[in-house]
């Protein structure tokens, strides 16, 4: 059996607001029974679900709840996505109740998980339309506030988001409009009405 590497797997915890999943470990050389070993009272690990595990003593993060259900679903290629997306952007005032994930039409399949709300995805997001925010992998915030406003956001939060991201320069009054297009009608008319009463 191989040398477990601690330092890898540690290093990927890091990077994960101390969180990191059982295949993680198994690829860093640690068996499931070491694990469970590691993962026991007082032990260095803390099992936070079934396949989930976090560093014990990892000081804690504003955003370790969206890294915690992001990470397990990340073979599934799934992206944080809607009001969570704009929880990580810090954009709007919105503190959504569950954490917002979106995947492929392909993994679908994907069991409900508490907590989580799963969105399906009609066509594979662009690689434009995903960023890295704080390790996870997010919709762009133009994609994220379309995605809000279709899925029936309150209209004075995706205004403020609007403003926001034009004012921090996180996006561009012409890829709001391209995103919005897309769209709906409802959605367009919006947006640009919006970004029309913008300074």
Do not use: N
Request: charged residues 30%.
């Amino acid at each position: 059996m191989s040398d477990i590497d601690h330092d890898r797997l540690y290093q990927q915890a890091e990077a994960q607001a101390g969180y990191f999943t059982a295949g993680q470990a198994a690829e860093a050389g640690m068996d499931p029974s070491t694990l469970r070993y590691h993962a026991r009272p007082g032990g260095r690990y803390e099992r936070a679900r079934r396949g989930l595990y976090r560093l014990r003593h990892f000081p804690s993060s504003p955003v370790e709840h969206i890294m915690a259900a992001w990470l397990p679903l990340r073979s599934a290629e799934a992206v944080v996505s809607h009001a969570s997306a704009l929880e990580l952007h810090e954009l709007s005032d919105m503190v959504p109740d569950v954490v917002h994930v979106s995947v492929p039409r392909a993994k679908r399949g994907q069991r409900p998980r508490p907590g989580v709300r799963i969105h399906t995805l009609v066509e594979p997001l662009d690689s434009r339309e995903v960023r890295m925010v704080a390790g996870v992998a997010v919709t762009s915030p133009e994609r994220s506030i379309i995605d809000c406003l279709e899925d029936g956001a309150q209209p004075e939060q995706i205004e403020l988001a609007i403003r926001q991201s034009l004012a921090r320069g996180l996006t561009t009054r012409r890829r709001l409009h391209t995103m919005a297009v897309r769209r709906s009608r409802r959605v367009r008319e919006f947006v640009d009405d919006t970004m029309e009463v913008q300074v």
